[in-house]
Nanobody, 124 residues
Framework: QVQLVESGGGLVQAGGPLRLSCAASGSIDLILNMAWYYEAPGKERKLLATITREGATKYGDSFEGRLEGRFTISRDLAKNTCDLDVDSVKPEDSGRYYC??????????????WGRGIEVTVSS
């Protein structure tokens, strides 16, 4: 089992920076992709950003340009952590953010793991 814990959320002021962090622990063999998902109140969860082991990143195109280059995903392979940095947060960034990892066990089993999510509220 792999456990994921998100941190860094809470109440933030619009226009300021935000860093969300995800730490993976437990029985880790090989973490492939790491990702952040975003869930607005009453809406479905959407892929926000993903990063491979090689550092290649992709940002969710379902946000219709709203990401505007303000979001940056990064990871530390050695520490099994993944960060999401947001420049100049906006009230519409409020919602719940989830960390997700694609884990490959040495047995060949491949499984997704999710964190519990972390709430972000942006005040205007």
């Amino acid at each position: 089992q792999v456990q994921l814990v998100e941190s860094g959320g809470g109440l933030v002021q619009a226009g300021g920076p935000l860093r969300l962090s995800c730490a993976a622990s437990g029985s880790i063999d090989l973490i492939l992709n790491m990702a952040w998902y975003y869930e607005a109140p009453g809406k479905e969860r959407k892929l926000l950003a993903t990063i491979t082991r090689e550092g290649a990143t992709k940002y969710g195109d379902s946000f219709e340009g709203r990401l505007e280059g303000r979001f940056t995903i990064s990871r530390d392979l050695a520490k099994n952590t993944c960060d999401l940095d947001v420049d100049s947060v906006k009230p519409e960034d409020s919602g719940r953010y989830y960390c997700n990892v694609d884990h490959l066990a040495w047995s060949g089993d491949r499984q997704d793991y999710w964190g519990r999510g972390i709430e972000v509220t942006v005040s205007s």
